[in-house]
Nanobody
Framework: QVHLVESGGGLVQPGGSLRLSCAAS????????IGWFRQAPGKRREGVSC????????YYADSVKGRFTISRDNAKNTVYLQMNSLKPEDTAVYYC?????????????????????WGQGTQVTVSS
């Protein structure tokens, strides 16, 4: 069983920053690719970013490109999502997901892939 735990969400003003974390177990991080997703009430799930297992390449939704950065620390088995210049429309529950049978790539399919494992989510609220 794969376990994913998100943390780092909270309340921030527009223009502010947050860093989310996704800790993976029981395998070491190089075994997993990690995708970040978000979902606001009444909205469909949206792919935000993904970091490839094979070579660590990063991919982003157009809505966050230039503002968000995904990275990984293999020694801590943790993937991070650094979120800068936050906007009210970024408000959502953020989830990380993975699938042992898949690895993300630049074709964009990761954003709609039916992931096998999910974390519990962490709330991000951007408001004055």
């Amino acid at each position: 069983q794969v376990h994913l735990v998100e943390s780092g969400g909270g309340l921030v003003q527009p223009g502010g920053s947050l860093r989310l974390s996704c800790a993976a177990s029981p395998r070491t991080l190089d075994y997993y690719h990690i995708g970040w997703f978000r979902q606001a009430p009444g909205k469909r799930r949206e792919g935000v970013s993904c970091i490839r297992r094979d070579d660590g390449s990063a991919y982003y939704a157009d809505s966050v490109k230039g503002r968000f950065t995904i990275s990984r620390d293999n020694a801590k088995n943790t993937v991070y999502l650094q979120m800068n210049s936050l906007k009210p429309e970024d408000t959502a529950v953020y989830y990380c997901g993975t699938d042992p049978g898949y690895d993300c790539s630049g074709d964009g399919y990761w954003a709609s892939h039916d992931y096998e494992y999910w974390g519990q989510g962490t709330q991000v609220t951007v408001s004055s």
